[in-house]
């Protein structure tokens, strides 16, 4: 498991509903942000590698998944500041690993 729920059961105080909300938004907005994440990589469109890396930071930052926040921040400073598509490249499989394996583990987990 490389998600926590730590930072959401401390924003819940107990509210399983909430909890549950925050989880079924994560799955119905992840996939989706990271197919155009993977499709501004390959584009080498900087602005939208950008702006993809930047949606996507506080929805990994919020399940505990500290070294999937960090690739995102990674491509996202790259991506803002021109950086390199090699760079890029090399960073965007592991964070696409990362959440794909979460959002597999979080269906298993809650049941969706």
Same mark, same amino acid.
Do not use: C, W
């Given at each position: $498991? ?8 401390? $924003?819940? =105080?107990?509210?399983?509903?909430? %909890?549950?909300?925050? %989880? ?7 996939? +989706? =942000?990271?197919? @155009? ?13 950008? +702006?993809?890396?930047?949606? %996507? ?7 505990? $998944? ?12 790259? @991506?803002?500041? +021109?950086?390199?598509? =090699? ?10 690993? =990362?959440?794909? +394996? ?11």
């Amino acid at each position: $498991m490389i998600y926590t729920l730590d930072k959401i059961k401390e $924003m819940a =105080d107990g509210d399983e509903d909430f %909890i549950l909300s925050i %989880i079924t938004v994560f799955l119905e907005e992840i996939p +989706q =942000d990271l197919e @155009g994440l993977e499709e501004a990589v390959n584009n080498r469109d900087h602005e939208k590698t950008y +702006q993809l890396a930047h949606k %996507i930071k506080p929805n990994v930052d919020i399940l505990g $998944m500290e070294q999937t926040r960090v690739l995102a921040l990674d491509i996202e400073t790259l @991506g803002k500041n +021109q950086g390199s598509f =090699d760079e890029i490249n090399a960073k965007f499989p592991v964070l696409k690993k =990362d959440v794909l +394996q979460v959002i597999s583990e979080l269906k298993s987990d809650f049941g969706i």
